[in-house]
């Protein structure tokens, strides 16, 4: 579809009056379903192709007068774009972006709401407090450069905080399946992601930009070496522009271990959860291996009416420990 409308612009231009903000539309639509190929498959080049036609959109104005038609399923879709963009650069920890968008995504519902007087205003608003405390929330902890300069912080494995395993007995155990739940009562989130949830699934990827924005070549590690340099999230051959993502998939670098496929769960059911881990153990490999992540909220007891079964329980444990070491 978006090869289409590129070599048939000026026909639909003239014969069909083809608006700016319907091929920011199909391109949208695109972004959604490589961020959704990217949840289904956990592999990171299928985000990079999200955020470049996300990108598109914005660099080059396609809602840019959704405003001016006068349709509030227009400014809806508008938001929800914004929206799932901001998603698409967190998880990518492009954070300088986030704030922009964050700002242009508060102004834009101000506006939705000012000239529509929508009954969904309090949802967006909603929404919008939401990802300002997500974000806050990730930045509770700032590690300073040597100049005083902010750094992101990259949770993803890459070649410089992910040693070689050494090979024991007859071959590797791997990770294959992950589920990560999260059901705590209050949770910081954005959507059905929470905070800790966010964190973890990218402890679990290794890092699309391991290249480390280009430098390798003031990183003594042979490790790095043959790894294509990477613009912005891109293969350096790749843009976002209108041939956004004509590159597909094909152009994601060398050959290397695919990431665990992941499920997220966010307050699921016990049937929900019981039937993706029943999918998770049906799925991994003989040498393969699941991990269950979960938060949740614990049960707290006085510590004054339980404090000699808190010692007992301890002791116990100790003991059982030291005969296992002997």
Same mark, same amino acid.
Request: charged share 25%.
């Given at each position: 579809?978006?090869?289409?409308?590129?070599?048939?612009?000026?026909? !639909?231009?003239?014969?069909?009056? !083809?608006?700016?903000?319907?091929?920011?539309?199909?391109?949208?639509?695109?972004?959604?379903?490589? &961020?959704?190929?990217?949840?289904?498959?956990?592999?990171? &080049?299928?985000?990079?192709?999200?955020?470049?036609?996300?990108?598109?959109?914005?660099?080059?104005?396609?809602?840019?007068?959704?405003?001016?038609?006068?349709?509030?399923?227009?400014?809806?879709?508008?938001?929800?774009?914004?929206?799932?963009?901001?998603?698409?650069?967190?998880?990518? $920890?492009?954070?300088?972006?986030?704030?922009?968008?964050?700002?242009?995504?508060?102004?834009?519902?101000?506006?939705?709401?000012?000239?529509?007087?929508?009954?969904?205003?309090?949802?967006?608003?909603?929404?919008?407090?939401?990802?300002?405390?997500?974000?806050?929330?990730?930045?509770?902890?700032?590690?300073?450069?040597?100049d005083s300069t902010a750094t992101v912080l990259k949770h993803?494995?890459?070649?410089?905080?992910?040693?070689?395993?050494?090979?024991? @007995?007859?071959?590797?155990?791997?990770?294959?399946?992950?589920?990560?739940?999260?059901?705590?009562?209050?949770?910081?989130?954005?959507?059905?992601?929470?905070?800790?949830?966010?964190?973890?699934?990218?402890?679990?990827?290794?890092?699309?930009?391991?290249?480390?924005? @280009?430098?390798?070549?003031?990183?003594?590690?042979?490790?790095?070496?043959?790894?294509?340099?990477?613009?912005?999230?891109?293969?350096?051959?790749? &843009?976002?522009?209108?041939?956004?993502?004509?590159?597909? #998939?094909?152009?994601?670098?060398?050959? $290397?271990?695919?990431?665990?496929?992941?499920?997220?769960?966010?307050?699921?059911?016990?049937s929900q959860f019981n039937t993706v881990i029943a999918a #998770?153990?049906?799925?991994?490999?003989?040498?393969?291996?699941?991990?269950?992540?979960?938060? #949740?909220?614990?049960?707290?007891?006085?510590?004054?009416?339980?404090?000699?079964?808190?010692?007992?329980?301890?002791?116990?444990?100790?003991?059982?420990?030291?005969?296992? #070491?002997?």
């Amino acid at each position: 579809m978006w090869k289409f409308q590129q070599q048939h612009r000026q026909k !639909l231009d003239e014969l069909y009056g !083809l608006k700016r903000w319907q091929i920011g539309e199909v391109a949208s639509k695109i972004g959604q379903l490589y &961020h959704l190929y990217y949840l289904r498959s956990s592999e990171l &080049h299928y985000l990079t192709e999200s955020f470049a036609f996300f990108s598109a959109i914005r660099t080059r104005g396609y809602y840019s007068k959704a405003s001016k038609e006068e349709r509030p399923d227009l400014m809806v879709k508008k938001l929800r774009y914004y929206a799932r963009f901001i998603l698409v650069c967190l998880l990518l $920890r492009k954070m300088k972006l986030v704030h922009e968008l964050l700002r242009e995504f508060s102004k834009q519902v101000e506006e939705y709401t000012a000239v529509y007087d929508p009954e969904d205003q309090s949802e967006w608003d909603m929404v919008v407090q939401e990802i300002r405390e997500f974000v806050e929330g990730e930045a509770l902890l700032n590690v300073l450069n040597p100049d005083s300069t902010a750094t992101v912080l990259k949770h993803r494995l890459s070649p410089l905080n992910n040693p070689q395993v050494e090979k024991c @007995g007859s071959g590797y155990m791997q990770l294959s399946e992950v589920l990560i739940v999260g059901n705590c009562y209050e949770q910081t989130r954005f959507s059905e992601l929470s905070l800790d949830m966010y964190r973890m699934l990218q402890t679990l990827e290794r890092d699309p930009l391991d290249t480390l924005h @280009g430098s390798t070549t003031s990183v003594p590690n042979s490790r790095l070496s043959g790894l294509g340099s990477l613009e912005n999230g891109l293969p350096a051959s790749g &843009h976002a522009n209108d041939e956004a993502g004509s590159n597909g #998939a094909s152009g994601c670098g060398p050959t $290397r271990p695919h990431n665990p496929h992941k499920y997220l769960l966010y307050k699921p059911t016990f049937s929900q959860f019981n039937t993706v881990i029943a999918a #998770a153990f049906k799925d991994v490999s003989a040498t393969g291996a699941v991990l269950l992540y979960i938060s #949740a909220d614990g049960i707290r007891t006085p510590t004054a009416k339980y404090g000699d079964e808190r010692k007992r329980f301890l002791t116990c444990f100790t003991e059982l420990l030291l005969i296992s #070491a002997g």
